[in-house]
């Protein structure tokens, strides 16, 4: 059996984008491969009709859209980018009996979303910009002029509102997503929501007479609560469907009832599990409350386009639901009666229907992804893009290990070396998922199997903060780096007390709250000989002014404000570079120049205060990558990531 290597996940297929057809006997779908040559991933269009998946386009630049009819679907694609004059958006046609793509439409926008209205009339969302409301309008003069401009004027740049840069979208200040009404035959745009509103997403109501929208119009300070408006597609009159402050993270037409998931977090913050409501006059009722949280939130490195995890289907509203490591699809009808689909055996990462059956996409039986139909309670194998990847090459199998600690269980697994022998002493990597809400699982973890396969025992457990035991695990507000801490240690005890470790030759790395973690273990124990710290939080006081969720996640989870009343101090008190002094522990740092999310500057802390201490560290540093660098980041950095990572581990560890 051959070794695993760092560079075989490039060999790997992404699917994603599953979207049923009108007459339910197909479904569309995405496959992404990656172009290690041009540094990119290339993406096309498949097609599954209930025979047979066949290749639909093969331009590798196309995205799923809709689907126009039961045999056509509209697309956009970059396939023209070179003939692109500013920003623009080109559409095509392709029949599913064959033929070339045709060019539809363009839009002088930068679309995101689109939904077909009627023959020849959609509905779109695009990028705007405040200070010019009306460049939907401009000519190609016109919009030479204002590149012209924007050049001229990039020296510099006006900030009045927050958050003013998202993860990996350079700065965002005066951008809003914008929802237009657009004309084919006479190409004309018409605006349907107020310049300052930003759409998150849109549903055109069953007589198509109307369109309800969520999103929020903001000035200065961007809120967490979300709106619902309902558009009148002939008066364009504009009604409030929503009278309560709520997160709302998404909704859905159910038989012309409005059903939205979502919380008020007044009883768990942020991180509170989503909920399911009637909308009635403005009113919310609860229709369902699930102990287990909405969504997919199990981790891997092997994923790269979602697809849409609550979806409307035969007049049931069907969801997915994160249940300790795995997913469960479920459904639920107008009256809120809840049934279970399928309890899947790992992670559900997409799904469609054909013919009454129901295909599944995900991650099974420690296989990359790919399609399968659910028969009973097993599933058949649909499709093989990964099957053959890792043939005849070693993959640990996860072995469960969990602790009881206090009042509670915390659940992991550990992956042994190839050719594990239990006489044998083996070095370890303790690794630690972001969050803190995602959640670990019997999933293929690809930076795993790969230290598996170099002769490291690998630990990966879900402490408190975790998603997937209900809200109260999950709930660690106030309390970073203490309850987790010790669910982690002790979890390491276990696994010690378990199998056959070298104690003076572990290893400790995570990403995202995973880098806290790594930056606060160093600070409290001296028990592992090397960490790899990425995009981490070492400072909270400095984060809430410079994450682009700092200002709310930093109060909300840091448990205190930021008023001339608040306990600065907590902040500090939970913040790994208090606690420089007592890190000893050689440390790599990995950091990306455009993570927003948890700003490089976190890295640049943490890195100065080391090699003032004189701690042997390293820092590497990405340019033009985000927080996401580990997940989607571009082909050359995530193998550069994962190479600097493991030679640090075998520097200390081997």
Not at 326 to 331: A, E, G, P
Request: charged fraction near 25%.
């Amino acid at each position: 059996m051959k070794q695993l290597l760092n560079d075989d996940w490039m060999k790997l297929k992404f699917i994603g984008n599953l979207k049923t057809s009108p007459n339910q006997k197909a479904f569309a779908y995405s496959v992404a491969s990656t172009n290690l040559d041009k540094n990119r991933y290339d993406t096309n269009i498949h097609v599954f009709d209930g025979d047979r998946h066949y290749q639909l386009t093969g331009m590798n630049k196309e995205s799923v859209a809709i689907w126009l009819d039961d045999e056509t679907i509209l697309f956009s694609s970059k396939r023209l980018q070179e003939d692109v004059k500013g920003t623009q958006t080109d559409f095509f046609t392709i029949s599913l009996k064959g033929g070339e793509a045709l060019k539809t439409f363009t839009v002088p926008l930068a679309v995101s979303g689109i939904k077909r209205l009627t023959e020849g009339q959609y509905l779109i969302t695009a990028l705007t910009d405040l200070r010019y409301p009306n460049d939907y309008k401009a000519n190609d003069k016109q919009r030479d002029e204002r590149a012209k401009q924007l050049k001229e004027d990039a020296f510099f740049t006006e900030v009045d509102e927050i958050p003013f840069y998202a993860n990996g979208s350079d700065f965002t200040v005066y951008q809003r997503i914008r929802l237009f009404h657009f004309n084919v035959k006479d190409n004309r745009l018409v605006p349907l929501t107020e310049p300052s509103f930003s759409v998150d997403q849109f549903e055109i109501a069953n007589d198509k007479q109307a369109v309800y929208v969520l999103g929020q119009s903001f000035k200065h300070v961007a809120e967490l609560n979300s709106k619902l408006i309902r558009i009148d597609l002939d008066t364009f009159a504009v009604e409030q469907c929503s009278k309560q402050k709520f997160q709302i993270y998404g909704f859905k037409l159910l038989n012309n009832q409005i059903i939205l998931y979502g919380h008020d977090g007044k009883q768990l913050g942020l991180n509170e599990n989503a909920r399911f409501y009637r909308v009635n006059d403005g009113r919310f009722g609860l229709m369902y409350d699930p102990f287990y949280s909405i969504g997919n939130a199990i981790g891997s490195d092997i994923r790269l386009n979602g697809s849409e995890l609550v979806q409307v289907h035969d007049d049931h509203l069907y969801f997915t639901l994160t249940v300790e490591d795995h997913s469960r699809l479920m459904r639920m009808n107008t009256e809120g009666d809840v049934e279970m689909v399928w309890e899947a055996p790992c992670s559900l990462d997409g799904y469609a229907f054909v013919a009454n059956n129901v295909y599944v996409m995900g991650l099974f039986n420690q296989d990359a992804q790919d399609i399968y139909q659910i028969n009973g309670k097993e599933i058949l194998r649909n499709t093989s893009f990964n099957q053959d990847v890792f043939k005849d090459v070693y993959r640990a199998e996860p072995k469960k290990v969990s602790v009881k600690f206090k009042t509670h269980t915390v659940d992991g697994w550990v992956l042994l070396p190839k050719d594990y022998n239990v006489n044998n002493n083996y070095p370890a990597i303790l690794d630690i998922h972001g969050g803190p809400k995602t959640v670990y699982g019997p999933v293929y973890y690809h930076e795993m199997q790969v230290w598996a396969n170099k002769g490291y025992i690998v630990l990966f457990c879900n402490p408190r903060g975790s998603d997937g035991k209900g809200n109260a695990f999950s709930d660690i507000r106030g309390k970073y780096g203490t309850i987790d801490y010790e669910d982690i240690m002790a979890f390491v005890d276990k696994v010690i007390e378990t199998y056959p470790i070298d104690i003076h030759r572990i290893g400790v790395t995570g990403g995202s709250y995973g880098g806290f973690m790594t930056n606060w273990i160093i600070g409290h124990t001296q028990r592992f000989k090397c960490a790899a710290t990425q995009r981490s939080i070492s400072n909270w006081l400095s984060f809430y002014g410079t994450s682009d969720i700092g200002y709310y996640f930093a109060t909300d989870q840091g448990g205190t404000g930021f008023t001339k009343d608040s306990d600065f101090n907590k902040l500090w008190d939970h913040s790994p570079l208090k606690y420089i002094s007592d890190m000893k522990t050689p440390t790599l740092i990995i950091h990306s120049s455009k993570d927003y999310r948890c700003p490089v500057e976190q890295g640049y802390q943490l890195f100065t205060a080391l090699k003032h201490n004189k701690v042997a560290s390293k820092m590497v540093l990405f340019h033009e990558e985000n927080h996401d660098l580990s997940r989607s980041g571009n082909p050359k950095a995530r193998q550069k990531r994962l190479m600097e990572i493991t030679n640090w581990m075998d520097k200390y560890l081997q």
